[in-house]
């Protein structure tokens, strides 16, 4: 069959990762928290807000990176709270610095703190400097297609629409938007922010998705060890039905059984 789907492997910036689970690191109640559900998602990329967590840069506090060691882990700083591009530009520069040359980053511009809506412009120009500064941009978006398209030719390696805004569980909210994206992009799509429970993930992943990072969804769990060990089967249940192919779906029912033959 020609439309059958062949998996294959989950590459940023050279790197291949078995996981296709991506967390953060901030919102839990303490660094054992912290490492106990980051063990449990399986996860093997970390996002770090850099200007707000000690990566060393504050010598004597607790550093993030003693429960999270970068040879066990993917560190990928962040840029959360930049609210404009020379401030994000900025921050992605001082997280080289501080992880020794490290050029994988998460690029994220914000518009407002109310909504934490990306400010796209803002990050269009914040990615085009960072993509000639020699990093590797994954990058937080809209769900606006147009924008995923110029941020990819812009050189990001990965476009990061949201599912619904940051912190607000609330899901995909516009599916049409993110399966244009998806159908369109040349370079991995990655469902950003919104998502609040497992279903979410798995939704992401059968749509096509080549993984979800997510943060709220499981430090504000009532359980959080519990929901990241429940995100890593729904990212694994979802790829593997995105790659089974559902079945079509129909109007009126179809028997699960033959109905010639039957006894009479």
Do not use: W
């Not at 840029?79 to 994988?104: F, I, K, Q």
């Not at 998705?209 to 359980?223: D, G, K, P, R, Y």
């Amino acid at each position: 069959m020609s439309n059958v789907r062949s998996d294959k492997p989950f590459t940023l910036a050279g790197r291949t990762f078995q996981s296709r689970l991506l967390v953060g690191t901030g919102k839990y109640r303490d660094m054992e928290e912290t490492r106990l559900a980051i063990e449990a998602s399986g996860a093997e990329i970390v996002t770090v807000a850099v200007r707000r967590t000690n990566l060393g840069q504050n010598p004597g506090e607790p550093n993030l990176l003693d429960v999270l060691p970068p040879d066990r882990y993917t560190i990928l700083p962040n840029t959360a709270g930049c609210y404009d591009a020379v401030e994000a530009v900025r921050t992605c520069r001082l997280a080289r610095e501080l992880l020794d040359g490290h050029n994988l980053v998460k690029l994220e511009v914000l518009a407002d703190q109310k909504t934490l809506f990306p400010n796209v412009i803002e990050t269009l120009k914040a990615a085009e400097v960072l993509v000639k500064d020699g990093f590797d941009v994954m990058v937080y978006t809209s769900d606006d297609p147009i924008i995923a398209r110029q941020l990819a030719e812009a050189g990001c390696i990965a476009v990061m629409p949201l599912a619904g805004l940051i912190g607000t569980g609330l899901g995909i909210c516009n599916p049409y938007n993110l399966q244009i994206i998806l159908e369109e992009s040349k370079v991995p799509v990655l469902v950003d922010a919104g998502v609040g429970t497992a279903s979410d993930a798995t939704i992401a992943m059968e749509m096509g998705c080549e993984a979800v990072l997510m943060n709220s969804a499981i430090a504000h769990a009532q359980q959080p060890v519990l929901m990241a060990e429940a995100m890593k089967h729904a990212i694994v249940a979802g790829r593997m039905a995105y790659l089974a192919g559902r079945m079509p779906k129909k109007l009126y029912a179809s028997a699960s059984s033959p109905l010639d033959g039957l006894i009479k």
